[in-house]
């Protein structure tokens, strides 16, 4: 017998729900955590009984990646059993990270705001520290192979969304868990993130996830079991919705232009009218990804005017 049993899991972010899944084999795995809080912990283990499964039945536990709607639970987890997890290695400088780590990515990211020209104040969530030990974490690359009850699954790694996000794919069946990866309802945001330490340039997240995209589409891929909402098939046309709402949005930020020079906030105000408070940021977020997509295109140039970034259409001819 081999199954996979979805566990949908209550969140206050805009999505509504997240996915966690069971897979029962010849052993048992969970697929991602659900989101921090005793409450949604307490959710998560309700789920789990309801099927039949003590935390003691988990084999181990495959992070698809480590936003926290995903891994928010691993800390209530390893207060009562010592569950193995496994998590591809681009989160091992967030996993454990000290004060110091802390410090450095909440820099990076008040200076994005106000290059933006907005307010680190108040468009972006601050999350205060707090320290957290994972213990008996083992870190993935591409190619390797994980069980998820007792079958083997294979890592391709898909940064965009995050830059440790990780498919699940059996070469076999073609069933592959996609994390935040690809999602049926609606297409998710390339993060802006700090560069590694020791790098000066920051990751270019929305030219990620596209060469992301394109190598998933070439992937034999069957039932996609995804981080939010309903199971689906046919990637490749997914895929290809993706990539034209992603050439839309260009065409909507090289229109905003066409008037003069914006800061990535102005054009935010104009393309997001609704965003309001700390989710300003999502659009801050999203326009940068296009934006880099425009510069690497020649549509478009920044220059600096003082602590902030504008942005003007190159003209042609």
């Given at each position: 017998?081999?199954?996979?049993?979805?566990?949908?899991?209550?969140t206050h972010f805009a999505e509504g729900t997240v996915n966690a899944f069971l897979v029962i084999g010849?052993?048992?795995?969970?697929?991602?955590?659900?989101?921090?809080?005793?409450?949604s912990y307490q959710q998560l283990k309700k789920l789990l009984h309801n099927h039949s499964i003590q935390l003691t039945d988990i084999d181990h536990i495959v992070l698809t990646h480590i936003h926290i709607d995903h891994a928010g639970a691993i800390p209530y987890l390893q207060e009562e059993v010592d569950i193995p997890i496994f998590v591809h290695e681009q989160a091992a400088v967030s996993i454990n990270s000290d004060l110091q780590e802390y410090e450095r990515v909440q820099q990076f990211?008040?200076?994005?705001?106000?290059?933006?020209?907005?307010?680190?104040?108040?468009?972006?969530i601050k999350r205060p520290f707090h320290e957290e030990i994972w213990r008996n974490v083992t870190f993935l690359k591409e190619g390797d192979?994980?069980?998820?009850?007792g079958r083997k699954f294979e890592v391709v790694h898909v940064p965009g969304h995050s830059q440790c996000d990780m498919l699940l794919w059996s070469r076999e069946t073609g069933e592959t868990f996609a994390g935040d990866h690809l999602l049926k309802a609606f297409s998710v945001n390339a993060f802006i993130e700090p560069p590694n330490t020791g790098e000066l340039s920051r990751p270019r997240p929305l030219l990620q996830y596209r060469d992301s995209m394109e190598k998933v589409s070439?992937?034999?891929?069957?039932?996609?079991?995804?981080?939010?909402?309903?199971?689906?098939?046919d990637h490749v046309s997914l895929i290809k919705t993706r990539l034209s709402e992603q050439e839309k949005r260009c065409e909507q930020i090289l229109s905003i232009l066409d008037s003069g020079g914006k800061s990535i906030f102005e054009i935010c105000s104009v393309m997001y009218p609704r965003l309001n408070g700390r989710t300003v940021f999502l659009g801050l977020s999203q326009i940068q990804g296009h934006l880099d997509l425009l510069e690497q295109r020649q549509q478009v140039s920044y220059e600096k005017q003082g602590s902030i970034v504008v942005y003007r259409k190159e003209r042609i001819g």
């Open positions: 017998m081999f199954k996979i049993v979805p566990l949908e899991l209550q010849d052993t048992v795995t969970l697929v991602d955590t659900g989101n921090p809080g005793r409450e990211f008040d200076q994005f705001v106000t290059s933006c020209g907005a307010d680190p104040e108040k468009h972006i192979q994980v069980p998820l009850g070439r992937l034999p891929l069957g039932t996609v079991y995804p981080g939010h909402g309903e199971v689906f098939t």
